[in-house]
């Protein structure tokens, strides 16, 4: 019965990260779950014809932009996983052909990917010199000339930092992030075309961040930026700046500017469910976009319509004109929306008095354990959308709890901020303690059967909670891609990444060496009492295997059991369909075992 309700779960394609064509005509997306791995769709925006496979490949591939003209997409992809990006170009007119642009499995991680509107120069980020052909820390801006091979530099950021370039419409500019100064902050900064005038244009204070994308003209920027206890929303032009929204009820957590409008799509999220509201940049007038009980994000004006991208738990990420399916979504799949678990709303108090939210997912006829599954980041949140491995699990018996524990965003930039002031391995593990405690309490969940599984900081928060806490609050965990040494996965992972550890726990090794022993599970291995199961992409870039390896030389110097199940194929989590299903059994297996 579960085996055959996953087959049919696995039909589902997974969205991710649709977007219209600037002449408005197409809309390109990402679909999991479709082949053997993540390949690039396309639709009309007209709904008239069913969606077109444009690339069909063994290896994930994703929309990395459109061609000014809208007749082509830059597509990237890389190799099982492991995040070292090539680019392609594919026509609209010659799908399932891709031209490459870039090197296979390149020696440095490749950022966005864009084409001059002379269809000449592509623009990307890559963590490489290319004069002395050496991988380096911070990621520079570079501008390949496809013709003759030149890869310029246009910028050179001195530190490490995760950022796509971004190029205007005209292609005068590129607009880019730093955060040189402090690892909590970030400035943007303005470079022309041929990296001569290459200056800082938003500084909120070394520590603050703002984040901006360039409006529809081409002249102005949108950004946000972290004021005290708010986001603010502005927009940049020569130097002005005219600010937007600047309200503390308020949590602003993205904005943007679409062609063909002179509205900013303004999202804001309250309690982990997205608002979307349509800015007028000019006159300042605000207006809601209408919902219908799922989450509706608007993505581009077509005519008198919006291209809108909709979904909840029980309703597969879809892109929509109206009441058409753009993706023809529903032809694909036998699975009834209705046999999907809906998410409600679960909430508790924990440690220290603070409100925390989750969503509860019960299960399919009588319990037979509960599992908390717990998200990734720790800087993103759970949100009222559709997740196999959730929804497997609630159908195979089991109540699962997915909770947005103090880190997350999506309730206040205070919440967010709130994991700082212990680092990892703080309250937010706390909070997740609090909401296990609660489900037994209110007769949801039984001590004794009680598990939990994630992926990243959802594997790190599954290490420390087998390492921390006694049989009677968790019996067992998964952990998939988890930080076991956090100084081994600051020394190994991306460069990219090292300044977000540094930000969380105040430091890095060599300055807060302690905090950073104390917060690793490795070193509490000997008190596990539960069962443990060990999950990880063997070609993750970000928690590499190096992880699993100390981890279980620990594990048996300490005679713990555990089981271990690795995929060759995988990078930073599971997402190959045939593993998704292998991961997906052996956890029911793991976790009815474990509470029998």
Not at 4 to 10: H, P, R, T
Not at 186 to 197: A, P
Request: aromatic share 10%.
């Amino acid at each position: 019965m579960s085996e055959a309700f996953l087959d049919a779960l696995l039909t589902l394609p997974g969205m991710y990260e649709p977007s219209v064509s600037p002449d408005g005509r197409h809309v390109a997306w990402t679909w999991y779950r479709v082949a053997l791995a993540a390949d690039v769709y396309l639709a009309a925006t007209d709904g008239s014809a069913p969606p077109m496979r444009m690339t069909d490949t063994p290896d994930n591939t994703f929309v990395a932009s459109w061609t000014v003209d809208g007749r082509a997409l830059i597509v990237g992809q890389d190799h099982d996983g492991d995040e070292r990006v090539q680019l392609f170009r594919v026509d609209l007119d010659r799908p399932l052909h891709m031209e490459p642009l870039t090197p296979f499995a390149p020696p440095y991680f490749l950022r966005g990917g864009e084409l001059h509107p002379n269809g000449r120069w592509l623009v990307y980020g890559a963590n490489y010199d290319f004069e002395r052909e050496t991988e380096i820390e911070p990621t520079w801006v570079v501008r390949h000339d496809l013709e003759t091979g030149e890869r310029r530099v246009l910028a050179r950021p001195a530190e490490p930092l995760y950022f796509e370039p971004e190029l205007n419409f005209q292609g005068t500019h590129v607009l880019y992030s730093r955060a040189d100064r402090d690892p909590s902050g970030q400035q943007i900064y303005l470079v022309d075309i041929d990296g001569i005038d290459d200056r800082e244009i938003l500084n909120f204070g070394d520590d603050v961040k703002v984040d901006a994308t360039w409006c529809a003209d081409g002249e102005r920027v949108l950004f946000l930026v972290e004021a005290e206890t708010h986001r603010k929303l502005g927009v940049w032009r020569d130097g002005d700046i005219r600010w937007l929204i600047d309200d503390p009820a308020r949590n602003l957590e993205d904005a943007w500017s679409p062609l063909h409008t002179r509205d900013a799509v303004v999202l804001d999220v309250h309690q982990a469910r997205t608002h979307a509201t349509l800015l007028d940049l000019d006159s300042g007038l605000e207006r809601a976009f209408p919902a219908d009980g799922h989450t509706a994000i608007p993505l581009a004006p077509v005519g008198e319509d919006w291209i809108v991208e909709r979904y909840s738990a029980t309703q597969p990420a879809d892109v929509m004109r109206g009441d058409i399916s753009l993706t023809r979504l529903f032809e694909r799949t036998a699975l009834r929306w209705e046999n999907l678990a809906p998410a409600e709303e679960f909430r508790w108090t924990s440690v220290d008095g603070l409100p925390i939210q989750g969503w509860l997912y019960r299960a399919r006829g009588e319990a037979r354990g509960s599992v908390v599954y717990v998200h990734g980041g720790p800087t993103a949140h759970s949100e009222n959308a559709l997740n196999v491995t959730v929804q497997f699990l609630a159908h195979a018996g089991f109540n699962v709890l997915d909770p947005n524990y103090r880190g997350s965003t999506g309730f206040s930039l205070q919440f967010q901020e709130a994991i700082k002031e212990d680092g990892w391995g703080g309250r937010e593990q706390d909070d997740i303690r609090a909401g296990i405690e609660a489900l037994v309490a209110q007769g949801i969940a039984a001590s004794g059967k009680i598990g939990m599984v994630g992926t990243s900081y959802g594997g790190y928060s599954s290490w420390w909670g087998i390492t921390h806490w006694p049989p009677e609050i968790l019996q067992a965990a998964a952990p998939i891609c988890g930080m076991t040494d956090l100084v081994v996965d600051y020394e190994t992972t991306r460069p990219d990444l090292r300044p977000y550890s540094e930000e969380m726990l105040g430091g890095s090794p060599e300055e807060v060496p302690e905090r950073y022993r104390e917060r690793s599970p490795i070193h509490y291995v000997r008190n596990i009492r539960g069962r443990l199961l060990i999950v990880q992409g063997m070609q993750d870039p970000n928690v590499t295997s190096d992880n699993v390896r100390d981890v279980r030389t620990a594990l048996d110097d300490a005679g713990v059991g555990y089981e271990v199940l690795a995929f060759e194929d995988e990078g930073h989590g599971i997402s190959r369909p045939r593993n998704v299903r292998t991961l997906c059994l052996r956890l029911e297996k793991f976790f009815s075992e474990a509470f029998t």
